[in-house]
């Protein structure tokens, strides 16, 4: 991996009347209105690369408003350093230039955001954040908590399927890595409802098993004698926006308002659309479920599981159970319909053969802002519980062999039976 810019330099030099026409279009050189027009720029060393990058951060990262960085002080302290790269190049590693990214993002307050270098870095700032804080209990989630292998200890959520469920419908769909269950919580009439992504609406077009848990769920949300519903969104890391509207649009029969959501109408740090209303929509078989409602969450519930949180607190019976979510609120769309979101940067030529741009580096950012319906933007904080559950391994695994979840356990008295 060592020196990959400067072989990327020289293999790619040879490439392109592309890239000299770029140059001599005055398009491409306006205002950016599109943050798939991003990384235009062609970048033959390293000051180009992390000016391409500073430029692109300055116009189209959406949460600068609430975001401590400095972005003016960042180009002050690391222009001279990046300069100073090109002194001599070929001694210049790529694990020196992954460290001066690294500290360049790590404060950023997006939690969806990801810089990866074409030298096979990746940079995680709110990952790198979870993994060094004493507060995050990690030992647990190492993985997806719906693991497709129940008997994992690291999966203890994956467990209540079999520990604490009288009635239960389960669907694993292998092939996507997911799994859902619902069913009826022993020694009570509370419905429970648990899944590990947000792909829902597309694996009810897939998978048979994931159709029949949720036509199961589905009858019970109006069966008379359920007195209450549990949904836990516990180690889910998010996915489709659409499946909001499917989920909470299931209990509700008139749209629900959950907050604001803005983005970028310039290329200037703090030139932003006005705060539109965040809207869940029913859906067409919605009816208002007016009974005792608790979310389960954690520390690794991030995106659309925080969304879905939130949403839920909107019902006069809701409550959330666990700990607090990851904090990656802002929605992600694709990167044409806004002028701000993901993009690459450090165009370092376009092949001939295959007509292939290839980049030094691409961010994965948010392309909104969203602004819960209390005024407070929880990016980068996460979404407090309304009751604090801690969990750690001596709290699941008992003497005897005995498996409790101390989470669930506390969101099933919240129900009166």
Do not use: C
């Given at each position: 991996m060592k020196n990959r810019i400067n072989?990327?330099?020289?293999?790619?030099?040879?490439?392109?009347f592309v890239i000299c026409l770029s140059f001599s279009l005055s398009s491409c050189h306006k205002d950016v209105t599109s943050s798939n027009q991003i990384g235009t720029t062609y970048a033959s060393n390293y000051s180009q690369v992390f000016e391409d990058f500073w430029?692109?951060?300055?116009?189209?990262?959406?949460?600068?408003?609430?975001?401590?960085?400095?972005?003016?002080?960042?180009?002050d302290k690391y222009a001279p350093i990046f300069d100073s790269l090109?002194?001599?190049?070929?001694?210049?590693?790529?694990s020196v230039v992954a460290h001066y990214f690294k500290e360049i993002v790590d404060g950023l307050v997006d939690s969806h955001y990801n810089l990866s270098l074409i030298t096979g870095y990746s940079i995680s700032p709110s990952l790198d954040r979870k993994w060094?804080?004493?507060?995050?209990?990690?030992?647990?989630?190492?993985?997806n908590l719906h693991a497709l292998y129940p008997d994992s200890i690291n999966y203890y959520t994956a467990k209540v399927d079999s520990n604490y469920l009288k009635t239960k419908v389960i669907a694993y769909d292998t092939a996507n890595a997911f799994y859902c269950a619902s069913g009826i919580l022993k020694g009570t009439n509370t419905l429970y409802l648990s899944f590990s992504t947000f792909s829902l609406t597309y694996e009810l077009k897939v998978d048979s098993q994931v159709i029949k848990t949720f036509k199961?769920?589905?009858?019970?949300?109006?069966?008379?004698?359920?007195?209450?519903?549990?949904?836990?969104?516990?180690?889910?890391?998010?996915?489709?926006?659409?499946d909001l509207n499917y989920l909470i649009g299931s209990l509700i029969s008139s749209p629900l308002k959950i907050g604001y959501t803005r983005s970028k109408n310039g290329s200037?740090?703090?030139?932003?659309?006005?705060?539109?209303?965040?809207?869940?929509?029913?859906?067409?078989?919605?009816?208002?479920?007016?009974?005792?409602?608790?979310?389960?969450?954690d520390g690794l519930s991030a995106s659309m599981s925080e969304l879905t949180a939130m949403a839920l607190k909107q019902f006069p019976n809701a409550k959330f159970v666990g700990d607090t979510t990851?904090?990656?609120?802002?929605?992600?769309?694709?990167?044409?319909?806004?002028n701000a979101g993901s993009f690459s940067f450090g165009?370092?030529?376009?092949?001939?053969?295959?007509?292939?741009?290839?980049?030094?580096?691409?961010?994965?950012?948010?392309?909104?802002?969203?602004?819960?319906?209390?005024?407070?933007?929880?990016?980068?904080?996460?979404?407090?519980?309304?009751?604090?559950?801690?969990?750690?391994?001596?709290?699941i695994y008992l003497a005897n062999n005995v498996l409790k979840d101390p989470q669930l356990e506390k969101a099933i008295s919240l129900i009166p039976q």
């Open positions: 072989k990327s330099f020289s293999t790619l030099a040879f490439i392109t430029r692109d951060m300055n116009k189209t990262y959406v949460f600068w408003s609430v975001d401590p960085t400095n972005w003016d002080a960042v180009h090109n002194v001599n190049p070929g001694k210049t590693t790529d060094t804080n004493p507060q995050f209990i990690g030992s647990l989630f190492k993985s199961y769920f589905m009858d019970q949300l109006v069966n008379p004698a359920i007195t209450g519903l549990i949904i836990d969104v516990r180690g889910n890391g998010g996915g489709q926006v659409s200037g740090r703090l030139d932003y659309t006005p705060w539109a209303d965040a809207i869940v929509t029913p859906t067409t078989w919605g009816n208002d479920f007016t009974k005792p409602i608790v979310v389960l969450a990851w904090g990656a609120n802002g929605p992600l769309t694709q990167n044409s319909d806004f165009n370092i030529g376009t092949s001939i053969s295959s007509a292939t741009t290839y980049y030094y580096g691409s961010v994965y950012t948010s392309s909104t802002m969203f602004k819960y319906i209390n005024g407070n933007v929880y990016e980068g904080k996460g979404f407090p519980p309304d009751y604090v559950v801690k969990v750690g391994p001596k709290d």
